[in-house]
């Protein structure tokens, strides 16, 4: 599956952004995602993770009742809502598949599939 990640810009603390990263070459279904970012002279993060059918959502503790991770399978598009974007949340932000959503989800080795990263930047 290839994945394309869109959606990033700069904008003010307290502000708000919607990425997107859009899917093609296979039955975007089979598939569960998560969102990763890297921040200058940081090694990569998890930031949220969905199940193939959305019923199922995890989020870093970093981003919990700030960001919302969401899917539209028809579509082969997951999303990921910030809001009250704080200046410790800029990075280059990734979205990624894997066959299954289980206790590994936040662990980068366990994803298959990388997406090319869109960059957020929050502006004190």
């Known amino acids: 599956v290839q994945l394309q990640a869109f959606g990033g810009g700069l904008v003010q603390a307290g502000g708000s952004l919607r990425l997107s990263c859009a899917a093609s070459g296979r039955t975007f279904s089979k598939y569960a995602m998560g969102w990763f970012r890297q921040a200058p002279g940081k090694e990569r993060e998890f930031v949220a993770a969905?199940?193939?059918?959305?019923?199922?959502?995890d989020y870093a503790d970093s981003v919990k009742g700030r960001f919302t991770i969401s899917r539209d399978n028809a579509k082969s598009t997951v999303y990921l809502q910030m809001n009250s974007l704080r200046p410790e949340d800029t990075a280059v932000y990734y979205c990624?598949?894997?066959?299954?959503?289980?206790?590994?989800?936040?662990?980068?080795?366990?994803?298959?599939?990388w997406g090319q990263g869109t960059l957020v930047t929050v502006s004190s």
């Open positions: 969905i199940s193939r059918s959305g019923g199922s959502t």
């Open positions: 990624a598949a894997r066959f299954v959503y289980d206790s590994s989800r936040a662990a980068l080795s366990g994803y298959d599939y």
